[in-house]
């Protein structure tokens, strides 16, 4: 400074902000929040596979007691019901489709979800009454953010049901 | 020699690419919030479905025997109530579940006393509660979350 | 020497509290996030849990009606002999409306359902009566002693 005021110089640096610093704080930030943001991308995703499992559990637990009380006549089990035959079969599936807001949907409409349910008889029933192996899927046909799998198992349950097929109704 | 002006000029629009870039960085702290507050929301609204669903299908399979669980108009309530009959140390008590004010909520009263709906404890924050006896099959109900989302759930009776 | 009243690297400040922001809001809702997904799977468990042990329910019923009408017995009597001998843990009384039994299916998560059927003295079929989830015991840890309060004066 000594030097300058000698010469006459004026200083003309000024103590303040510069472009250059401003281009390289925004390029800065622009590349770190870019990672950042993506976590919440992360976070959207996590949450949707809550949902989704959530949801498996209440549909699957709604149509597990429909079975139990053997109302064919609900929407999920409506097509699934016994031929006039003296025998019941010792397998009957059903495909139950949702959209991506788990509604149901119909066989030829797209879906994202696939509930697939299997009842196995094994031995032969009492009294008019079978006991059923339950099987239920929960499948989603679309994959996550995060993966390339599509398809992929969202949840799976297992369990028995002792139920009779009264003849009279029908199977699909 | 630089004009003055233009040496203002300079600083007018440094200042001014400081002031966007402050403005742009606000906006970016502001959005991740509010984004923030939107995962936030949705987790807690899915929440308290999952803790109405549970116990709502927890409190039904515990007290699932004949004439247990009935359906009744409640005073000062909106929605018809659930009613579960039990006896405890030789006492009569009803347990009675009813949606009020935007909360499933519980009560115990005993069996001639009388409903106080103000005497009660919040279980899980709904927009709407529904619950029907079909009967000789189950009890069916069905639970709508703040967001607008419906829940349908089943309880079967095994009476043979 | 600290020149606090410099203005140079400002912006940079200004970037590490915008990127402090970022961080703690990203963090937090990926831990929300997590920590939902978490319960959302002990749900889940918690159910197939329960629909496993009700399967067990179902097999004993259709194990008791196929006794009834596949073994040759004529009283109930023997129906209860038969039971208590492959099943200790099922409890029988005689009752005005006939045979009542009781028994209770346990899951290893500590999971437990009640069942109770009644078998009328004409032997049609095992009626089931009551089948009812039972709440979990609650267990005090070791450590709670109670004492009686003692009180000076």
């Not at chain 1, 996590?46 to 053997?70: C, F, G, M, P, W």
């Not at chain 2, 009020?100 to 519980?106: A, D, V």
């Not at chain 3, 468990?45 to 067990?56: A, C, H, I, K, V």
């Amino acid at each position: 400074m000594g030097f300058s005021k000698l010469m006459g110089i004026k200083n003309k640096r000024k103590k303040g902000f510069t472009l250059v610093e401003l281009i390289i704080s925004v390029g800065i930030l622009s590349v770190a929040g870019a990672f950042i943001l993506l976590f919440f991308a992360y976070s959207k995703d996590i949450n949707t596979r809550a949902y989704d499992l959530d949801n498996s559990v209440y549909h699957s637990n709604y149509i597990i007691e429909l079975l139990k009380a053997e109302l064919w006549d609900e929407e999920p089990l409506i097509d699934m019901r016994v031929l006039e035959t003296s025998k019941p079969p010792d397998s009957i599936s059903k495909e139950i489709r949702f959209d991506n807001k788990w509604e149901y949907v119909e066989l030829d409409e797209g879906h994202d979800y696939v509930l697939n349910l299997n009842l196995e008889r094994n031995e032969d029933g009492v009294n008019n009454k079978d006991l059923y192996d339950v099987t239920i899927e929960v499948i989603k046909t679309k994959p996550y953010f995060r993966s390339l799998t599509k398809n992929m198992t969202i949840y799976s349950m297992e369990t028995k049901v002792y139920i009779s097929l009264e003849e009279g109704d029908s199977y699909d | 020699m630089k004009n003055k002006g233009s040496s203002s000029t300079e600083l007018i629009l440094t200042m001014l690419l400081l002031i966007l870039f402050s403005l742009a960085t606000i906006s970016l702290v502001v959005s991740a919030s509010g984004a923030y507050r939107g995962s936030v929301e949705s987790i807690e609204d899915e929440s308290q479905i999952r803790v109405a669903q549970s116990y709502l299908y927890t409190k039904f399979r515990q007290n699932l025997e004949p004439d247990k669980i009935s359906i009744e108009k409640l005073p000062g309530v909106e929605k018809n109530g659930i009613i579960i009959t039990d006896s405890v140390l030789g006492e009569n008590i009803r347990t009675i579940i009813y949606f009020n004010e935007g909360y499933i909520r519980e009560a115990v009263f005993f069996e001639d006393a009388q409903f106080d709906p103000n005497a009660n404890y919040p279980i899980a924050r709904l927009k709407d509660l529904e619950v029907n006896i079909i009967k000789g099959k189950g009890i069916e109900f069905e639970t709508m979350s703040d967001e607008g989302k419906s829940f349908k759930g089943f309880v079967a009776f095994i009476t043979k | 020497m600290i020149r606090l009243k410099s203005r140079q690297g400002s912006t940079s400040i200004l970037i590490i509290l915008a990127f402090l922001m970022l961080i703690i809001f990203s963090v937090l809702a990926i831990s929300s996030s997590s920590a939902d997904y978490r319960l959302a799977q002990r749900n889940a468990n918690w159910t197939s849990d329960y629909y496993q042990l009700e399967g067990r329910v179902s097999e004993y019923r259709y194990n008791l009606d196929r006794l009834l009408y596949n073994e040759n017995v004529t009283n109930i009597d023997e129906i209860a002999d038969i039971i208590r001998e492959r099943d200790p843990e099922a409890f029988i009384e005689f009752t005005i409306d006939g045979m009542n039994l009781t028994r209770i299916f346990e899951a290893i998560s500590g999971k437990r359902i009640l069942l109770s059927m009644n078998l009328d003295y004409e032997m049609d079929s095992f009626k089931p009566i009551i089948i009812k989830e039972i709440p979990l015991e609650f267990q005090y840890r070791e450590g709670i002693e109670f004492e009686d309060v003692e009180v000076d004066g």
